[in-house]
Protein backbone atom coordinates (compact mmCIF):
# COMPACT_ATOMS: atom_id res chain seq x y z
CA UNK A 1 0.00 0.00 0.00
CA UNK A 2 2.84 2.44 0.59
CA UNK A 3 4.46 1.80 -2.79
CA UNK A 4 1.18 2.63 -4.31
CA UNK A 5 -0.59 5.14 -2.24
CA UNK A 6 2.04 6.21 -0.25
CA UNK A 7 1.72 7.28 3.56
CA UNK A 8 -1.27 8.69 2.35
CA UNK A 9 -3.17 4.86 2.47
CA UNK A 10 -6.18 3.98 4.98
CA UNK A 11 -6.24 1.14 6.96
CA UNK A 12 -9.87 0.44 5.04
CA UNK A 13 -7.09 0.01 1.87
CA UNK A 14 -5.28 -2.20 3.66
CA UNK A 15 -7.43 -4.43 4.72
CA UNK A 16 -9.31 -4.41 1.36
CA UNK A 17 -6.17 -5.41 -0.76
CA UNK A 18 -5.66 -7.92 1.82
CA UNK A 19 -9.04 -9.32 1.82
CA UNK A 20 -8.75 -9.15 5.45
CA UNK A 21 -10.87 -6.76 7.88
CA UNK A 22 -9.82 -3.99 9.65
CA UNK A 23 -10.60 -5.04 12.86
CA UNK A 24 -8.08 -8.07 12.05
CA UNK A 25 -5.49 -5.46 11.29
CA UNK A 26 -6.08 -3.68 14.30
CA UNK A 27 -5.45 -7.05 16.45
CA UNK A 28 -1.94 -7.02 15.37
CA UNK A 29 -1.28 -3.28 14.90
CA UNK A 30 -2.57 -0.46 17.46
CA UNK A 31 -2.46 2.15 14.82
CA UNK A 32 -1.66 2.87 11.09
CA UNK A 33 1.28 5.03 13.05
CA UNK A 34 2.45 1.82 14.44
CA UNK A 35 2.28 0.08 11.28
CA UNK A 36 4.39 2.03 9.28
CA UNK A 37 7.40 2.46 12.80
CA UNK A 38 7.29 -1.27 12.56
CA UNK A 39 7.85 -1.02 8.94
CA UNK A 40 11.11 1.70 9.58
CA UNK A 41 12.57 -0.17 11.83
CA UNK A 42 12.29 -3.77 9.83
CA UNK A 43 13.92 -1.91 6.84
CA UNK A 44 16.47 -0.24 8.60
CA UNK A 45 17.46 -3.51 10.62
CA UNK A 46 17.95 -5.15 7.03
CA UNK A 47 19.66 -2.86 5.96
CA UNK A 48 21.90 -3.15 8.86
CA UNK A 49 22.06 -6.95 8.47
CA UNK A 50 23.15 -6.50 4.74
CA UNK A 51 26.00 -3.81 5.81
CA UNK A 52 27.70 -6.42 8.14
CA UNK A 53 27.72 -9.26 5.70
CA UNK A 54 29.32 -6.88 3.07
CA UNK A 55 31.49 -5.85 5.88
CA UNK A 56 32.31 -9.10 6.53
CA UNK A 57 33.17 -10.79 2.85
CA UNK A 58 36.83 -11.13 2.62
CA UNK A 59 35.95 -12.19 -0.96
CA UNK A 60 35.44 -8.33 -1.94
CA UNK A 61 37.55 -5.55 -2.38
CA UNK A 62 36.97 -1.70 -0.12
CA UNK A 63 35.90 -0.90 -3.44
CA UNK A 64 34.11 -3.81 -4.19
CA UNK A 65 32.54 -3.00 -0.89
CA UNK A 66 31.19 0.14 -1.04
CA UNK A 67 29.76 -0.30 -4.84
CA UNK A 68 27.42 -2.93 -2.87
CA UNK A 69 26.76 -0.82 0.15
CA UNK A 70 25.50 1.75 -2.12
CA UNK A 71 23.22 -0.47 -3.84
CA UNK A 72 21.45 -2.04 -0.65
CA UNK A 73 17.90 -1.70 -1.02
CA UNK A 74 15.80 -2.89 1.49
CA UNK A 75 12.67 -5.18 0.67
CA UNK A 76 9.90 -3.23 2.82
CA UNK A 77 10.70 0.25 2.17
CA UNK A 78 12.43 2.19 -0.54
CA UNK A 79 14.77 4.85 1.04
CA UNK A 80 15.53 6.12 -2.69
CA UNK A 81 11.77 6.68 -2.85
CA UNK A 82 11.99 11.08 -2.96
CA UNK A 83 8.24 11.12 -3.13
CA UNK A 84 8.09 8.48 0.16
CA UNK A 85 11.10 10.41 1.96
CA UNK A 86 8.76 13.38 1.65
CA UNK A 87 5.83 12.14 2.67
CA UNK A 88 7.65 10.64 5.64
CA UNK A 89 8.94 13.70 6.40
CA UNK A 90 5.62 15.33 6.69
CA UNK A 91 3.09 12.78 7.41
CA UNK A 92 5.26 10.55 10.27
CA UNK A 93 8.21 12.55 11.67
CA UNK A 94 9.26 10.74 13.78
CA UNK A 95 9.91 7.82 11.55
CA UNK A 96 11.75 10.53 9.30
CA UNK A 97 13.91 11.30 12.14
CA UNK A 98 14.72 7.29 12.23
CA UNK A 99 15.41 7.32 8.27
CA UNK A 100 17.32 10.34 8.30
CA UNK A 101 19.44 9.17 10.91
CA UNK A 102 20.11 5.95 8.92
CA UNK A 103 20.76 7.78 5.51
CA UNK A 104 23.40 10.49 7.39
CA UNK A 105 25.27 7.34 9.37
CA UNK A 106 25.43 6.04 5.55
Not at 30 to 52: C, P, Q, W
Amino acid sequence: MIIQKGLKFTMNDLAANLGISKRTIYEHCESKEHLISVIVDDAINEVKEIEKLIYENDDLTTVGKLKEILLIIPSGLQFGDARLLAEMKRYAPKEWVKIDKQLQEE
